[in-house]
């Protein structure tokens, strides 16, 4: 039950409760998630030198941290993060020139996971639209600290990008990857769903390093 505690209002989550938001948590976002990855590999295989170089930088983070792949370890791609929103910046249906600067590049992501999803950017304008009615339309301090959803969906987009780091990383410290000699270059892109596709199956060649 909701319980108010100051100006704030508390509430108490049964089991079920938590266990459901935690399903949530790990299975949102997995279709962009996944289409992310698919492009990144496909851009990785299709310029070796940037492959080799974010291999490179693997090698080199997992061995200052032992082999471990910790959240530190993760944080340290810096250079394997840059390929994935520079991938983003290439491929994203909802396109933003967003170059090096970082806040620039995590609207770009933002957006992209927005306009992925319909419902959440729904209720993301749902909330801004009640709270600028609350402050006059004036985009406030106080106003902005009250996004509370906007929020969520920041730190869910961050939440993404670990999980694609980690993904691509286990395949590139261990695999090389080329094109399969049946892609057609330039890519043909197909934008009839909700998210942007390759037209065909992206194919590639995997070697045992």
Do not use: W
């Not at 930088?57 to 792949?69: A, D, F, P, Q, R």
Request: aromatic share 12%; hydrophobic share 45%.
């Amino acid at each position: 039950m909701p319980e108010e505690v100051g100006n704030a209002t508390s509430l108490d989550l049964t089991v079920d409760q938590i266990a459901a938001h935690c399903f949530l948590f790990f299975i949102a976002g997995f279709e962009t998630s996944a289409t992310t990855i698919n492009f990144c590999m496909f851009e990785l295989a299709a310029n070796p030198n940037i492959q080799d170089k974010v291999r490179a930088e693997i090698t080199s983070v997992l061995k200052k941290y032992n082999g471990h792949m910790t959240y530190d370890a993760i944080s340290e791609l810096r250079y394997l993060e840059q390929v994935i929103y520079d991938q983003i910046a290439a491929h994203c249906f909802l396109y933003f020139i967003a170059g090096f600067e970082t806040t620039a590049m995590t609207i770009n992501f933002c957006m992209f996971e927005l306009a992925a999803n319909p419902n959440i950017q729904d209720k993301v304008r749902a909330e801004i639209t009640s709270v600028l009615k609350k402050y006059n339309g004036h985009m406030t301090y106080d106003a902005i600290s009250e996004l509370r959803y906007l929020d969520q969906v920041i730190y869910g987009m961050k939440f993404g990008l670990i999980e694609m780091k980690i993904s691509i990383s286990r395949m590139i410290k261990s695999f090389k990857f080329s094109l399969h000699p049946e892609v057609k270059l330039p890519l043909k892109l197909c934008s009839m769903g909700p998210l942007l596709r390759a037209d065909e199956p992206i194919l590639l060649l995997t070697d045992k390093i």
